[in-house]
C-alpha cells in the first residue's frame, strides 16, 4: 500500500538531489537542470496532496509551475547562449570577473 | 464536483493590469514597425508612459473599495492599490531615466520598454494576489522579466554574468518558495490566504511541523527576492552588472513587490501564530541592516555601495514585518515610496554623469563635482542625507515610523540596533557628499548631455523626496487608510 508519506519522501530525496546539484555541479546548465529536478519534486508533492486532499487546487498548481518552468527554461537557457558566445564557457567558476 | 454557478468574473478589478499589458504589446509591435522606419523609435518611451499614466488613474478611480474577484484570488483593495501605484511610480521614473542611456549603449530596442511594463504587471500580481497561486505567477512574471532585463547589454560580459548569476540563484529560490507553498497547501488544504488563516486559527496554531517548515521556506523564498542576509549574495553582483536604470528599477520594485507579498502571507494567512515567525524575522532584520551597513563602508564602486545600501534598507523593512501591527504595514507603504524617489534619484545622477564606454562608477569619479555641476551636486547630497535618514528629508520621516512601530510592538532592542545602524549608515553616504565638495577633481567632466525626460526625473525625485520629508502627514494618511483589510 502506497500512502502519501511515500510520496512526501521520494519528492523530499529528489528535492535535495537537485538541491545538492546546485551546489556541487560547476556547468551552469548541469546546475539548471538540478533547479528542474527540484521544481518536479515539487510537482511530485502538489500531486500527492491534492489526491490526498481529494481537492483540484494541487494539480491546478502544477500546471502553472509546468509553464513558468517552460518560461524560465527559453529565459534561462538564452541568457547562458548570450554568455557562451563572450566568454566560450559555461563554467561558473570562470564567472569572476565581479568581486568584492 | 463540478461547480455550475458561474465565477465571480470581474474584469473591471484587474483593468490596470489589462492596460499595461496591452501597452507592453503595442510596444512590441511599434518596435517592429520601427525597424522599418515606418515610424520613430523614440515614441516608444512615450506610449509605455502613457500606459503608465494611464493605469495609475484606472487605479486611483477604485480607491476605497474592497473586492474580491476570481474565485476570490484576486483582491482590490487599498494595500493593494497603495503598492499598485507605487510599482507604476517605479516603472515611470525608470523609463524617464532609461530613455538617454539606452540610445547611447546601442540597446535602444523595444523590447526594453515592454519588459519594463511586464514586469510591473508582475509586481501588481503580487500586491494583489489573495492566494498562493497568484501571488507565485506575479513573482514569476516580475522575475523572469527582470532576469532579461539584467543582461540586456548581450554583448557585455559583465552584463551576461550577473544575469547568469541572478537567474540561477533566482531559480533556485523560487524551488524553495514552491516547496514552501507545497508543505503549506498539504497540512492546511488550501492555497487562499484567508481560508489558510481560518484553518490555523481551528488548530489554534502551527501544530504540524510539516506546516512550520512550509512557512520556513516561504521566508527562503521571500527572503531572497527581498534581498535580505543570508539569502543577499546576488545582489552586490547583479546591481554592478545591469545596465544602471535596471539597478534603479530592481533595487526598488521587485523589493517593494516583494515586501507587499511578505506582509500580505504572514499577516493574513500566518497572523494568528505571529510568534512563531517574529523571532526568525527579528534574526533576519538584524543581521540583513548590520551586514548591508557595514559592508557598505568599504567599497569604492557606487553601484556595488548601493547595493549594500539597499540590503540595510530591506533589514529596516524587515523591522516593521517583526513588529506585525498595522503602524508597521503603514510605515512600509510610506518607506517604500520614499525610498524610490531617493533611491532613483541617485541612480539618476549616477546615469547623467556616465558616458560611452565609460560608467563612471567609481566614487572617486564624483572628486570636484561640487564646483562644476553644482545643481547635480546638491540633488545627490539630497538623496544620499534622504537614505543616510537625516531630517527633513523623506527618509528620516520612514525611519521613524518604523522605528516607532517597533517600539510600539515591544521590540526595544531592535529599535536601537537600528538607529545605530542608521548612524553607520551616515559615513558612506556623507562620504559621497565630502567627496564631491572637499576634493579637488580628479577627471575632466565633459558637457553633459541631459536629455528633459532626465530632468523630468530628477525634479520628481527631489520633490518628491522634500515633499515626503517636510509634510508627511497626508502621504501618511492614505498609507493608513491602505492597512491590511483581510483580517
Known amino acids: 500500500m502506497i500512502t502519501i508519506t511515500h510520496y512526501l519522501v521520494l519528492s523530499a530525496i529528489l528535492f535535495t538531489l537537485g538541491v545538492i546539484g546546485v551546489l556541487i555541479r560547476r556547468n551552469a546548465i548541469v546546475i539548471f537542470m538540478c533547479v528542474e529536478l527540484m521544481l518536479n519534486a515539487v510537482n511530485l508533492s502538489f500531486v500527492a496532496f491534492a489526491h490526498y486532499l481529494n481537492s483540484m487546487q494541487g494539480q491546478l498548481f502544477v500546471f502553472f509551475t509546468m509553464t513558468v518552468a517552460a518560461a524560465e527554461a527559453a529565459v534561462g537557457l538564452a541568457i547562458i547562449v548570450a554568455l557562451f558566445r563572450n566568454k566560450e564557457t559555461v563554467n561558473i567558476d570562470d564567472m569572476n570577473i565581479m568581486k568584492w | ?487
Open chain 2, 1 to 487: 464536483m463540478i461547480n455550475a454557478s458561474i465565477m465571480t468574473f470581474n474584469i473591471l478589478n484587474i483593468l490596470p493590469i489589462l492596460v499595461l499589458a496591452g501597452f507592453g504589446m503595442i510596444v512590441l509591435v511599434t518596435d517592429v514597425l520601427s525597424s522599418r522606419k515606418w515610424v520613430n523609435r523614440n515614441i516608444l518611451a512615450y506610449i509605455s508612459l502613457i500606459g503608465i499614466i494611464i493605469a495609475a488613474v484606472l487605479t486611483r478611480s477604485s480607491t476605497g473599495t474592497t473586492l474580491f474577484s476570481f474565485n476570490e484570488s484576486f483582491v482590490t483593495d487599498n494595500y493593494s492599490l497603495f503598492f499598485n501605484f507605487i510599482f507604476l511610480l517605479c516603472a515611470g521614473l525608470t523609463i524617464l531615466i532609461s530613455h538617454n542611456y539606452i540610445k547611447r549603449e546601442d540597446i535602444n530596442y523595444g523590447e526594453y520598454y515592454a519588459l519594463i511594463l511586464f514586469s510591473t504587471i508582475g509586481m501588481m500580481l503580487m500586491a494583489s494576489g489573495a492566494d498562493l497561486l497568484n501571488i507565485y505567477i506575479g513573482l514569476e512574471v516580475m522575475s523572469i522579466s527582470i532576469y532579461i532585463l539584467t543582461g540586456f547589454k548581450r554583448s557585455k560580459l559583465i552584463s551576461n554574468e550577473a544575469s547568469l548569476k541572478y537567474f540561477l540563484l533566482g531559480a533556485f529560490a523560487t524551488g524553495f518558495l514552491l516547496y514552501g507553498i507545497s508543505l503549506t497547501y498539504g497540512t492546511t488544504g488550501a492555497i487562499n490566504l484567508k481560508q489558510i488563516a481560518s484553518f490555523i486559527a481551528e488548530k489554534g496554531g502551527m501544530s504540524d511541523p510539516l506546516m512550520v517548515i512550509g512557512m520556513g521556506l516561504l521566508i527562503v523564498g521571500l527572503g531572497f527576492k527581498v534581498a535580505s542576509v543570508p539569502f543577499h549574495a546576488w545582489v552586490p553582483d547583479v546591481y554592478e552588472g545591469a545596465p544602471t536604470p535596471v539597478t534603479a528599477f530592481m533595487s526598488v520594485g521587485p523589493k517593494a513587490a516583494g515586501f507587499a507579498a511578505f506582509l500580505r502571507i504572514f499577516l493574513t494567512a500566518f497572523g494568528s501564530s505571529h510568534l512563531e515567525w517574529q523571532k526568525i524575522i527579528y534574526i533576519l532584520a538584524i543581521l540583513t541592516m548590520t551586514l548591508g551597513n557595514v559592508s557598505a563602508l568599504s567599497q569604492t564602486n557606487i553601484k556595488r555601495m548601493l547595493a549594500y545600501s539597499s540590503i540595510a534598507h530591506a533589514g529596516y523593512l524587515l523591522i516593521a514585518l517583526v513588529s506585525a501591527n498595522d503602524m508597521g504595514v503603514s510605515a512600509t507603504l510610506f518607506y517604500v515610496l520614499a525610498y524610490i524617489f531617493m533611491n532613483i534619484g541617485a541612480f539618476a545622477i549616477i546615469i547623467v554623469l556616465s558616458r560611452k564606454g565609460d560608467e563612471c562608477i567609481q566614487i572617486n569619479d564624483y572628486a570636484g563635482l561640487g564646483f562644476k555641476h553644482p545643481l547635480l551636486a546638491i540633488a545627490m547630497t539630497l538623496f544620499m542625507l534622504s537614505m543616510a535618514g537625516v531630517p527633513p528629508m523623506a527618509g528620516f520621516v520612514g525611519k521613524f515610523y518604523i522605528f516607532s512601530a517597533a517600539i510600539k510592538s515591544g521590540y526595544i532592542g531592535l529599535a536601537i540596533i537600528a538607529v545605530i545602524n542608521s548612524v553607520i549608515s551616515v559615513y558612506y553616504y556623507l562620504r559621497i557628499t565630502v567627496i564631491m565638495y572637499m576634493k579637488e577633481p580628479a577627471r575632466e567632466f565633459v558637457p553633459l548631455t541631459i536629455s528633459p525626460l532626465m530632468v523630468a526625473a530628477i525634479v520628481i525625485s527631489v520633490v518628491g523626496t522634500l515633499q515626503l520629508g517636510i509634510f508627511p502627514s497626508k502621504v501618511m494618511e492614505i498609507a493608513q487608510r491602505s492597512i491590511l483589510m483581510m483580517r
